[in-house]
């Protein structure tokens, strides 16, 4: 039963932190962490990322324009982008590292104590690059919240809401956290199983047989 535990949770721990991570690689990039609808124009909208701002219109299609440099990003989008990309680092990492100690790969397969400790790490790592992607992601949606309802701006100035990327980014950060908390579960759950090669096989067989094969007289 924890044989079938473990294998479970390490497969469904290492999807969800293979697609966690995948999410958060979107979120790195997309160009919607921010969108504003004008209401004196309501066939054009605005959106803003960590690269690029968009604006989208009915008849002219989207059109993006990159941010010229790093510098003169506001300190949330240059913290942002910072985070978002030790987040996808840690994050490869933690896969690589916890593939590496899947029950189911062969490599290794006579030191279950080192692929222990590689399946721990991976989580670690995993969970790490998780909580690191809903910083960016949380500061953002707060600083947007706390805009939005500002009693300082007139009333007539649009006000940037919640974009896709920020869910996208919710969920990434979600699974992986998820994913790593269960492959350090499954590590936990490892036991030592014997072997059940031929030359363990050899050593657990019965001592008896061994002694009646000694004290039987050879045959010319």
Request: proline share 4%; charged share 15%; with cysteine.
């Amino acid at each position: 039963m924890a044989l079938l535990f473990r294998t479970v949770a390490q497969l469904i721990g290492l999807s969800l932190s293979l697609l966690g991570w995948i999410l958060s690689c979107l979120t790195t990039y997309l160009p919607e962490w921010k969108k504003l609808n004008l209401e004196l124009n309501e066939m054009e909208n605005w959106t803003l990322g960590l690269w690029q701002t968009c604006v989208i219109q009915e008849e002219g299609g989207m059109q993006c324009k990159d941010f010229d440099s790093f510098l003169a990003l506001p300190t949330e989008l240059k913290i942002s982008r910072i985070l978002m990309f030790l987040s996808n680092g840690f994050g490869v990492l933690g896969l690589l590292v916890s593939g590496l100690g899947l029950d189911c790969l062969r490599i290794g397969e006579g030191q279950q104590g080192l692929k222990k400790w590689l399946m721990i790490l991976g989580g670690m790592l995993l969970w790490l690059s998780g909580i690191i992607a809903l910083i960016p992601v949380s500061w953002v949606a707060h600083n947007t919240v706390e805009e939005f309802w500002d009693e300082t701006i007139p009333d007539i100035v649009p006000r940037w809401e919640f974009g896709e990327a920020l869910f996208v980014g919710w969920f990434a950060g979600f699974f992986l956290v998820i994913g790593g908390s269960l492959l350090n579960c499954a590590a936990c759950a490892t036991q030592k199983y014997p072997s059940f090669s031929p030359y363990a096989m050899a050593e657990i067989q019965d001592p008896s047989q061994n002694l009646e094969m000694k004290n039987t007289p050879l045959k010319i």
